[in-house]
């Protein structure tokens, strides 16, 4: 698959699909208690649906909807006499989960999946369910693993935790409905713990008060109470392709689902990425949000500095060792990037080179991948598919994200060549252009007349009404001169638009404007109010401008400036 290259920063207001790490533990939370349940916001990437159709093989009851999962909770009391088979795919958190709800449900279940999958290491959780009574078989500690389930006590046990907190998790997720609860300590050090605390909110909401200090947690085995309803939240992890791209290019990404306050490790990615936003060497500690490595790599590469991920060495444990493939791959692009024992080591900028890459069979490859190709022409990808694991959609969302430029609004005094200037770019850039005195004096009838009859606060009134219609993407906006002279107009102008700011010598703006003269802003004579007001909104536009153009060009070397910024904007340069 050929990935199309932005021809313009993007403006792009998306849901993003349900997170499946908070989806993934609501179901089976759902399933193991008491009650009704129904999840709404979940999407039915891979991982979601191979955990439904599985948990429906092994007797729970699930039923899929269009626009929510319905979960009538419980253990089964029986099982069938024949061992079912649970394919998990390439799922791993899917394995995980399903071998301990499969270790107290009634029956015998073989547990396998995708090559890759039955070389990850399970072992961990196998020897902790093991030792808490649970009749568990696997030869080499990885899938298949044979399981015959049935009622367990709980107890204290010890699990590994340095390689997944995921084996973690899936005891925490059952511990609820052993007879004596559970006391779990970990062993060696804890990977992404904030999917742990993930695990211990979503429990919360199911009536489980989970107590840790950081080296044990200790879970009641009091059962789990159905919710009537489960609100599953934005994925942060699947924003962090966006949230690169975005500021990489001066674009603009909203997800109206993704939660400030979320649990979610990945909530960070804004913070991370603000961190690599000046030049410089750079140190990005990675426990927490090792799904956000690839992104960050793709980052280092256009920046300019050292970057020094780590704290990513379970990442080798993955649908792919990403360390080893995210260096190969980047290095077919031109990359300076050198692969460590717990991450990468990326050293920028990148005249970025076209690539035909390799995805791995890993959607989390395939996202990064895709932001390269995003600002450089000749990528492709050999199996883009494999993000419906997360994110189905995503190539879907950024095709939407190249059909919605984002709004440029000119900005600087009246008579500067904003229209004109405006104009111009909307011709060579195939955008719309909007003029808001013209829209103003189209709604309202003549400026100069509705500010003698009205005034200039009912004037500045009716004019952001009319700024906030106009900043849509796709279009190029010249703004009236003291538009910007309210803070709650200039900052919507700052949010929606690209700012370019048109400067122009006084003398030349008096000359221009005792042609077509407007309504007096002071009561000083027309040359010295120009003077004046320059003094005034000069401070207001350098602080709003993303670009600011010198006075005295014509519109041709002032076009042509604009479009050679929004080309820097778009990326590294080919080589």
């Known amino acids: 698959m050929r990935v199309d290259p932005l021809r313009l920063p993007f403006d792009l207001s998306v849901r993003m699909p349900g997170s499946k790490s908070v989806a993934n533990r609501a179901l089976v ?18 991982d979601v649906r191979l955990l439904v159709e599985n948990l429906i093989r092994m007797g729970y009851r699930l039923r899929v909807g269009p626009d929510a999962i319905e979960i009538e909770g419980g253990i089964p009391d029986a099982a069938g006499p024949d061992p079912v088979t649970l394919d998990c795919g390439l799922g791993g958190t899917t394995l995980r989960f399903l071998l301990a709800v499969a270790a107290v449900t009634p029956g015998t ?11 990850r290491p399970i072992g961990d959780l196998v020897d902790a369910l093991t030792a808490l009574g649970a009749d568990v078989a696997s030869e080499d500690g990885c899938a298949p693993i044979r399981v015959r389930g049935g009622r367990l006590a709980g107890g204290d046990v010890e699990v590994g935790t340095d390689r997944s907190s995921q ?7 059952v511990a609820p409905v052993f007879e004596q609860g559970l006391n779990v300590t970990r062993r060696g050090p804890l990977a992404s713990p904030g999917y742990v605390d993930l695990t211990c909110r979503v429990l919360a909401e199911f009536g489980v008060r989970v107590e840790t200090d950081g080296e044990q947690w200790s879970v009641p085995g009091i059962g789990l109470t ?17 949230l690169v791209l975005a500021a990489r290019t001066g674009s603009r990404f909203r997800a109206e689902n993704l939660r400030p306050d ?16 000046d030049p410089g060497d750079v140190e990005i500690d990675a426990s927490d949000t090792p799904d956000q490595v690839m992104n960050l790599a793709v980052l280092a590469a256009l920046r300019e500095g050292e970057t020094r991920i780590r704290g990513a060495a379970n990442l080798r444990l993955k649908e792919s060792d990403r360390l080893a493939a995210t260096t190969r791959e980047l290095r077919k692009a031109g990359v300076d990037v050198t692969e460590d024992e717990d991450g990468l080591t990326v050293r920028g900028p990148t005249r970025l080179l ?27 990808l050999d199996t883009p598919e494999c993000v419906s694991k997360s994110y189905p959609s995503f190539f879907e969302d950024l095709a939407a994200a190249r059909a919605n430029p984002r709004c440029i609004a000119l900005v600087g005094m009246r008579g500067a060549g904003k229209s004109t200037l405006g104009r111009a770019l909307a011709a060579a850039l195939d955008l719309r252009f909007a003029d808001t005195d013209e829209m103003f004096a189209h709604a309202h009838g003549p400026i100069g007349a509705f500010v003698a009859n009205h005034g200039w606060d009912t004037f500045r009134d009716r004019e952001a009404d009319l700024v906030a219609a106009a900043l849509r993407p796709g279009h190029v906006v010249a703004l009236g001169g003291g538009s910007v002279d309210r803070a709650s107009t200039a900052g919507l102008v700052a949010d929606r638009a690209l700012v370019v700011w048109i400067r122009e010598r006084a003398e030349t703006l008096a000359t221009r404007l005792a042609a077509s003269p407007r309504p007096a802003l002071t009561g000083l004579d027309p040359a010295d109010e120009i003077v004046a007001v320059l003094e005034r909104r000069d401070p207001i536009h350098a602080r709003l401008s993303d670009l600011e153009l010198p006075p005295g060009e014509d519109v041709e070397r002032r076009g042509e400036r604009v479009r050679a910024w929004l080309r820097r904007l778009l990326g590294a340069k080919p080589v």
């Open 29 to 46: 939370a759902a399933c193991l208690a008491e009650g009704s349940t129904t999840v709404r916001g979940a999407t039915l990437c891979d």
């Open 109 to 119: 279940f073989v547990l396998t999946g995708a090559a890759r999958l039955r070389e």
């Open 167 to 173: 084996f973690l998790t899936a005891l925490l997720l």
């Open 226 to 242: 159905a919710p009537a309803t489960f609100e599953v939240e934005g994925d942060w992890s699947a924003a962090g392709a966006w």
């Open 262 to 277: 979320s649990a979610q490790s990945d909530r960070a990615m804004p913070d991370l990425v603000a961190a690599l936003a």
């Open 354 to 380: 076209p690539a035909d890459f390799a995805c791995h069979g890993d959607h989390r490859i395939a996202m990064a991948l895709a932001v390269l190709g995003s600002v450089r022409s000749g990528v492709t």
